[in-house]
Every structure is written in structure tokens, then in C-alpha cells.
């Protein structure tokens, strides 16, 4: 089945350290997203791909960095430099056409120790 | 810049009711697609439905439709004979070609009552 995987669903991070969030994705999308999700500011962009080797910032880049070598997969490294890294991360994959629906991953809910 | 807003945080029908749940859009772009995603208590993100900027004709799927009004940047959602099951949090989301951003609101939680 064609569909969007997002590994761990938990994760825990020491202050300090980088982990990385692994998004992989069967659906031969060209879009790729990251976003991050906290209670009451919906989802907000932190990294966007529209093609390999090629991504954007989005409105919350700081701190955070990506990697898109191959079509299939689009990790995000949450760094030591990101003061505020407790949240749930979706990250997303869209088709051509700007009518296609962006499908989502199960998420990643990290959590500072 | 594409900003969305969702101006209620939380909304509460009864079931077997109808609830409007309130969007607006800011952008300069002329085509550019509007969506309502559903996220229930599971986190995962699902498509509620969708409207294109040039159609005039408001989308509807099945219980769920929407009142766009393009001039005054407006994309609403109803959702008639409301279910236990449409209790969830529901985003708004808008995407232009030009920029392939995919920009969501805040989202409205709502809940359905007995």
C-alpha cells in the first residue's frame, strides 16, 4: 500500500544533543513538508521540498535543518540550537497539481528530558 | 505573506445539528486551492474537502460543505446532522502554485454533544 511513514512515534531528546526524525514516503510525490504542531498554533511550516536536493525554509526554520537526497525521503534533524524542541511533528507529501490533497504522516512526538 | 485564520478555538453542536466553522485567507495570488483537513484524537490528518479559487460553485461531500466567498477572502465549513464522530480539531489550509506552500490556521476543536 502507498502511504507515509514517520519513525519513532516517540522519541526523547537530552538537552543538547540533535535527533533526527525519519520521513519516508511510497507515493512518488515530488512535495515534501515538515511541519511542527503545539497546542493552540496549529501547524506551523518548518521545512518544505518540491524537488531533490532542493528545499526552502518555512516559517520556523530556526534551529532545525533537512535533507532531501533522494525523492523517497525527507529526515529533519532537530539541533541543540532549537530552544523549544517539545512538540508533535507531521511531516506531509503532495502530488502534482495544486488540487491534490497533501497526505500526512502518523507523526513524531518528541520530547525533552 | 499567506496567513490563515481560524477566529474560534473551540466550537460545541449537538448531535444531529448543523455548525459553521469560520475561516479567512490573506494572499495577492489569483488561483490557489482552500482545504479542510479533520484531525480526530488519533493525530492523523485527513482530507475533509477541498475548493478551487475559480470555481464559484461552493464544494460539498456528503454532510460536509463550504461557503466560499472569494472577494471578501472567506472559506467556511458546515457540517450538517453532526455526528459523534466529528469530534475532532478541524484546519483550515490554503496552497498557491506559485510558492507550493501548503499554510494552515490555527484550527477550531470541535465537540459534538448528546
Known amino acids: 500500500d502507498g502511504g507515509i511513514t514517520q519513525s519513532p512515534k516517540y522519541l526523547f531528546r537530552k538537552e543538547g544533543q540533535n535527533v533526527t526524525l525519519s520521513c519516508e514516503q511510497n507515493?512518488?510525490?515530488?512535495?515534501m513538508y515538515w511541519y511542527r504542531q503545539d497546542p493552540g498554533q496549529g501547524l506551523r511550516l518548518i521545512y518544505y521540498?518540491?524537488?531533490?536536493?532542493?528545499?526552502q525554509k518555512g516559517d520556523i526554520a530556526e534551529g532545525y535543518s533537512v535533507s532531501r537526497e533522494k525523492k523517497e525521503s525527507f529526515p529533519l534533524t532537530v539541533t541543540s540550537a532549537q530552544k523549544n524542541p517539545t512538540a508533535f511533528y507531521l511531516c506531509a507529501s503532495i502530488g502534482r497539481g495544486l488540487d491534490t490533497e497533501a497526505f500526512f504522516g502518523q507523526g513524531t512526538r518528541l520530547t525533552v528530558v | 505573506a499567506q496567513t490563515v485564520t481560524q477566529s474560534q478555538p473551540e466550537m460545541s453542536v449537538q448531535e444531529a445539528e448543523t455548525v459553521t466553522l469560520s475561516c479567512t485567507y490573506d494572499t495577492s495570488e489569483s488561483d490557489y486551492y482552500l482545504f479542510w483537513y479533520k484531525q480526530p484524537p488519533s493525530r492523523q490528518m485527513i482530507l475533509v474537502i477541498r475548493q478551487e479559487a475559480y470555481k464559484q460553485q461552493n464544494a460539498t461531500e456528503n454532510r460536509f460543505s463550504v461557503n466560499f466567498q472569494k472577494a471578501a477572502k472567506s472559506f467556511s465549513l458546515k457540517i450538517s446532522d453532526s455526528q459523534l464522530g466529528d469530534a475532532a480539531m478541524y484546519f483550515c489550509?490554503?496552497?498557491?502554485?506559485?510558492?507550493?506552500?501548503?499554510?494552515f490556521g490555527t484550527g477550531t476543536r470541535l465537540q459534538v454533544t448528546l
Open positions: 521540498s518540491q524537488i531533490v536536493n532542493d528545499f
Open positions: 489550509a490554503y496552497r498557491t502554485g506559485t510558492a507550493s506552500k501548503l499554510t
Open positions: 507515493l512518488n510525490h515530488d512535495a
